[in-house]
């Protein structure tokens, strides 16, 4: 049999090869008229394109070519491919090695500078400057769920409308335990007995002078005393209001009184008359009064549901909010913001409300679940912590204005009605119906937020207070 006829690569073309390879090097000199020829491909940058990848080089050597004609015919055909896939402008392949990490479509060419050095800055600038814009991460806060001290105080009062305790820039914690008064020193553990009322009166509130060692001291008479703790001497006796005197603040000289016979007595303790003005508006008993860190304005709660601000010189109220559904006892005032006033409503209520008594207008409320019974702000940080009574009985600490819940203190099992802040504003004391006063370091210092007080650390324990 005749033996199977070779292929020959060198085979002249034909005519329609070579009108077909003269389409795909000028596809625009023949069209169709009723089929227009769209392209579908995009490469955003030839230059940045490695065509190694398709052999597409009129030297290359194709590993299965035979003689110089097999070679010359792959370098036409290659020529030809290239040319119609990429342009009659495509430039010839350099030689160059192939790395996988190259990026072979890419819209602009890699840079070779570092990425500290993009900026306009020069490496050392830019590293300063990225050390000094970055914010350190601010690790949350820790506040110890005990108290580290727990003193036991008998005959404390379970009056929700009773202010029986305050801690004085001296250090010294005053407490009002049925007909007495008694002062602890925090530095040295000492009680001292102040006064005795006798069997008729009671303590009704207390509150020290800012600054000083004078003690101003209500009771269930009506009376105010003024008293001295240096000397344990009682200066003054005020009279003025008709039932119990529940409420007291200090400005300066000025000493207002809160009454459940509705009236706020202003007492100037330099001049001879009981009292220089009075501030009516309350429908029932005050028993919330702080004055502002300016002394200009002087916020009271009554059991009226009714929180009103007044001034130095107004013996009627320039602002009333009435937004409370139940006793606002809890007043305080921010040291951080002016005209920034934070209230606290009794258990139809439970809800605490920041006031902008410049604009007179109400900030945001939030319900806190339990009545609220005191609000104290810490001068060290943006932070204030209530106190709660039915049924919670816990102490919450809240940062401003977020109000989230930074730690719940518990521990007493009664309300907690009773509160005070340290003279450094790290410690708070807290005092209830259960006959303790107990100890929380919950603020951080003014120089360092982790650091411990070192009065809170210098005693620990139980003792009585008298």
Not at 92 to 116: C, G, M, Q, V
Not at 159 to 166: C, G
Not at 403 to 422: E, P, W
Request: charged letters at 20%; glycine letters at 6%.
């Amino acid at each position: 049999m005749p033996s199977a006829p070779s292929v020959v690569f060198d085979t002249p073309q034909k005519p329609s090869d070579q009108a077909h390879i003269s389409r795909m090097i000028n596809p625009s000199s023949i069209r169709s008229p009723s089929k227009p020829i769209y392209s579908d491909r995009f490469i955003p940058s030839r230059s940045g394109s490695n065509f190694s990848l398709f052999g597409l080089s009129s030297s290359d050597k194709h590993p299965s070519a035979e003689g110089k004609d097999d070679v010359s015919y792959f370098a036409a055909y290659n020529s030809l491919l290239r040319t119609a896939l990429f342009g009659p402008d495509t430039p010839d392949r350099k030689e160059e090695t192939f790395s996988a990490s190259w990026n072979i479509f890419r819209y602009k060419s890699e840079t070779k500078r570092p990425l500290h050095s993009i900026t306009p800055l020069g490496f050392e600038e830019d590293e300063a400057a990225l050390t000094a814009n970055r914010v350190p991460v601010k690790v949350p806060r820790k506040v110890s769920r005990s108290p580290y001290k727990v003193l036991d105080a008998p005959a404390l009062q379970d009056d929700f409308y009773l202010n029986l305790v305050d801690w004085s820039p001296h250090n010294v914690l005053a407490v009002g335990l049925g007909n007495c008064v008694y002062l602890w020193n925090a530095c040295s553990s000492k009680v001292t007995k102040l006064c005795d009322l006798g069997i008729d009166d009671s303590v009704c509130s207390v509150h020290w002078a800012q600054p000083g060692a004078h003690l101003a001291v209500g009771t269930n008479n009506g009376k105010l005393q003024v008293w001295d703790t240096s000397f344990c001497k009682r200066i003054r006796t005020m009279e003025g209001h008709r039932l119990r005197v529940s409420a007291l603040a200090w400005s300066s000289s000025l000493l207002s009184s809160g009454s459940r016979d509705k009236s706020i007595l202003q007492r100037d303790i330099r001049v001879p008359e009981d009292f220089v003005s009075k501030l009516t508006g309350h429908r029932s008993e005050v028993c919330g009064l702080k004055w502002s860190h300016d002394n200009h304005e002087l916020a009271s709660g009554g059991n009226d549901n009714r929180l009103f601000v007044w001034n130095q010189h107004s013996t009627q109220p320039v602002l009333k909010y009435c937004e409370h559904t139940a006793a606002v006892k809890a007043i305080a005032w921010s040291p951080h913001l002016h005209g920034l006033l934070a209230s606290g409503g009794g258990t139809a209520d439970r809800s605490i409300c920041f006031w902008n008594t410049s604009t007179n207008s109400q900030l945001s409320r939030i319900d806190t679940g339990s009545q609220v019974c005191n609000l104290v702000w810490s001068k060290n940080v943006n932070e204030l912590v209530s106190t709660h009574g039915y049924s919670q009985n816990q102490i919450n600490v809240w940062r401003y204005p977020s109000m989230s819940k930074l730690a719940a203190l518990t521990g007493h099992t009664c309300r907690v009605l009773y509160l005070a802040v340290s003279p450094d504003g790290q410690t708070i004391v807290t005092g209830a119906g259960d006959e303790t006063l107990r100890f929380w370091n919950v603020f951080p210092s003014l120089k360092s937020q982790n650091s411990n007080s070192e009065m809170g650390l210098s005693f620990l324990g139980r003792t009585v207070i008298r």
